[in-house]
Nanobody, 121 residues
Framework: VQLQASGGGLVQAGGSLRLSCVAS????????MGWFRQAPGKEREFVAL????????DYADSVKGRFTISIDNAKKTVYLQMNSLEPEDTAVYYC???????????????WGQGTQVTVSS
């Protein structure tokens, strides 16, 4: 399974970005997709989670109401729409895939390469 994340960049506080993660390879075994982020000197943390039918989602408290995760099964792509960005959102964002619906990053066997999001104040 390969995951390719994209969409990061530099944005001013209050701005928006949309991250994408395309899955390829043996995707039939994937049932849950998550976004995680890691800031310098900090542990990787959960951001958002969705299952493949898109009916179940979860968000970290810090992003609720600002970020939206969605999925396009036909394109095998998961999106993270990020609005009202804050400097505290600055991090490398990673997409992950696995067969367990969990916010724990260590439970995900497949990871994308990460995309940098930088929010200036």
């Amino acid at each position: 399974v390969q995951l390719q994340a994209s969409g990061g960049g530099l944005v001013q506080a209050g701005g928006s970005l949309r991250l994408s993660c395309v899955a390829s390879g043996r995707t039939f075994s994937l049932s849950n997709m998550g976004w995680f982020r890691q800031a310098p000197g900090k542990e990787r943390e959960f951001v958002a989670l969705i299952n493949w039918n898109g009916r179940t989602t979860d968000y970290a408290d810090s992003v609720k109401g600002r970020f939206t995760i969605s999925i396009d099964n036909a394109k095998k792509t998961v999106y993270l729409q990020m609005n009202s960005l804050e400097p505290e959102d600055t991090a490398v964002y990673y997409c992950a895939a696995g067969d367990t619906y969990t916010t724990s990053y260590y439970s995900y066997p497949y990871w994308g390469q990460g995309t940098q999001v930088t929010v200036s104040s």
